[in-house]
């Protein structure tokens, strides 16, 4: 349990008319399957990652994972997610360069994706989430969980696949991608493919690594809180050399550092489809508009937001929560750190998971 398995789940046909012939998904799981009387498992809880994370929600560094687990005092024995209780599964999203297929993978003729690789949505990655499920055995999950990108297939989730949840946990996240997400999310694409190394998507090696270090810069303003990073950093220097004779604010060395973590795990072909894919967020395409598509969910939805996020403000989660039926209250992170608060205040969302998996205990299988 907690190492990255693979799973081969033929053609996937996408939502804007393209076909994968042949995905792979990649997708760690902890804890043990419970059964019901007809077999089926009932405890399996599905998390879900954002932008540039992956399917390792918990654990330490490794030959094959560069980071450590994004949720780790979140998901184990005797936490939020108690895996003595419940099975944990989470992949790495379609277009990711964590194991699925994506840009940065083989094609069916031996060649990279590159390029060719086709535009993908949120739907189409919900989509393959389904076909892992299917793949796996699970015909329910007890609980869907996720964060920003998470969140908005947490919501897909629970409009697509009704009957395929039992509660809906939408983390930091709206109903649609608004125009600040695009525009901040499109500047970052920019960033990418304006680089001389990006050469249309066809590059070999490590390729645009400056492009996709400034879109790493760009939404890192956007993940934290204005207050938190004017008290953390000011107008300090990094080290001894003043600023003003060629030294660095520390808040740009905080921001070089940021940007070159990444480029070292991450694919820039991947970042610009997820990118793109984010913008084209909306739970009311093809469903009449976001009101009737929020009023379709049936599962109990526990909706949070964080009260300093600029790139998702409250407002957003308000919405959901007044216009999913099934959510009887906003749940307000106090943070100073922004969108990131849903990564890193741990007790306030334990405390949040913890009430939508006291809604589902029923279902579980002793």
């Known amino acids: 349990m907690g190492e990255r398995r693979y799973a081969d789940i033929g053609a996937v046909d996408l939502e804007l008319g393209a076909t994968l012939p042949a995905v792979r998904v990649a997708y760690e799981t902890w804890g043990s399957p419970r059964h019901d009387s007809a077999g089926l498992i009932t405890n399996a809880v599905l998390v879900l990652h954002a932008l540039t994370g992956d399917a390792h929600v918990v654990g330490p560094t490794g030959p094959d994972q560069p980071t450590p687990g994004w949720w780790d005092d979140l998901v184990g024995p005797g936490r939020a997610i108690d895996t003595d209780r419940w099975l944990v599964v989470a992949s790495n999203v379609l277009g990711g360069c964590r194991g699925t297929t994506g840009p940065a993978t083989i094609a069916a003729d031996g060649q990279l994706w590159g390029p060719r690789f086709p535009a993908v949505t949120v739907r189409d990655q919900v989509t393959v989430e389904a076909r892992l499920a299917d793949h796996l055995g ?7 969980v996720g964060g920003s990108m998470g969140g908005m297939r947490a919501l897909e989730w629970a409009i697509m696949h009704p009957e395929r949840v039992g509660a809906v946990v ?14 901040t999310q499109s500047a970052q694409i920019q960033a990418i493919k304006q680089d001389p190394a990006w050469k249309g998507g066809a590059y070999d090696g490590e390729g645009p690594v400056a492009g996709l270090g400034l879109a790493r810069k760009i939404a890192h303003l956007t993940y934290r809180g204005e207050l938190e990073l004017d008290t953390r950093f000011g107008r300090n220097p990094q080290g001894a050399r003043d600023p003003l004779v060629g030294g660095q604010f520390a808040i740009q060395s905080y921001l070089d ?3 070159d973590k990444l480029t070292r795990r991450f694919d820039a072909r991947s970042y610009v489809t997820l990118s793109e894919a984010m913008n084209t967020h909306d739970v009311g395409r093809g469903r009449g508009g976001i009101a009737p598509a929020l009023a379709a969910i049936r599962s109990p939805a526990f909706i949070g937001g964080v009260d300093s996020d600029r790139l998702y403000p409250l407002r957003l989660q308000a919405e959901l929560a007044e216009r999913v039926p099934t959510c009887e209250k906003l749940h ?4 100073p750190y922004g969108h990131d608060a849903f990564l890193i205040e741990s007790g306030q969302v334990a405390a949040l998971i913890g009430d939508a998996l006291s809604a589902v205990a029923h279902l579980v299988s002793d």
Do not use: E, F, N
């Open 138 to 144: 699970i015909a329910r999950y007890a609980a869907v």
């Open 170 to 183: 939408a983390l930091a996240v709206g109903a649609v991608a608004t125009a600040d997400q695009i525009a």
């Open 257 to 259: 550092h940021q940007a």
């Open 332 to 335: 307000v992170i106090h943070s």
